[in-house]
Antibody, heavy 122, light 110 residues
């Protein structure tokens, strides 16, 4: 089955770090750009970051720039999000989402994981 | 980077049509034909419904359609069904090489 599966969420103290993973199955992972999108409890969606298929290009939302780093290992079909200097406002479900090849731009996400919850609290 | 503006809620009766708006600026919605729409049921991941303003992915009902005029994009759902009740989000590519989402609209089928 074509799918994305996130892991690595949990409870972390403010100022702490966490690394999320997203494992891809049943599609050619190395051909797709992949995003992280988050959703605070009871709130809307917020785009976080994207990494290109060939790993040459990354972009970040201003809210996480300088604190979060997106990376990927195409040999293992895994996407990562290293989150440092975490704040209470980073508390959210974090989804990985595949960029659609059918769209002309990378804001179209045609495959989503089920999400992993990150809670930043003391 | 401000979120795109959507109405907090809309409602309609089964069989009716509803439209959800998504307003941005010339730096995002108005500047590009790269608006997509997502449906999210409670506790579930979002699902792509419309991309590049008007295109429908394979498997999405033709009751869903998209359009754009100026800085405002719209999602129209015709022939409302109970299963359409969900949250709907728009997003747009923005000139700063980022993606902006709308705040979301809760659709209630009466």
């Amino acid at each position: 089955e074509v799918q994305l599966l996130e892991s690595g969420g949990g409870l972390v103290q403010p100022g702490g770090s966490l690394r999320l993973s997203c494992e891809a199955s049943a599609f050619t992972f190395s051909s797709y750009g992949i995003n992280w999108v988050r959703q605070a409890p009871g709130k809307g969606l917020e785009w976080v970051s994207i990494i290109s298929a060939d790993i040459t290009t990354t972009y970040y939302a201003d809210s996480v720039k300088g604190r979060f780093t997106i990376s990927r290992d195409n040999s293992k079909n895994i996407l990562y999000l290293q989150m440092n200097s975490l704040r209470a406002e980073d508390t959210a479900i974090y989804y990985c989402a595949r960029r659609s090849m059918g769209s002309k731009k990378w804001n179209t996400f045609d495959l989503w994981g089920q999400g992993t919850l990150v809670t930043v609290s003391s | 980077q401000s979120a795109l503006t959507q109405p907090a809620s809309v409602s309609g009766s089964p069989g009716q049509s509803i439209t959800i708006s998504c307003t941005g600026t010339s730096a995002d919605v108005g500047g590009y034909n790269y608006v997509s729409w997502y449906q999210q049921h409670p506790g579930k991941a979002p699902k792509l419904m419309i991309y590049d303003v008007t295109n429908r992915p394979s498997g999405v009902s033709n009751r869903f359609s998209g359009s754009k005029s100026g800085n405002t994009a719209s999602l129209t759902i015709s022939g409302l069904q109970a299963e359409d009740e969900a949250d709907y989000y728009c997003n747009s590519y923005a000139s700063t090489n980022t993606v902006l989402f709308g705040g979301g609209t809760k659709l209630t089928v009466l």
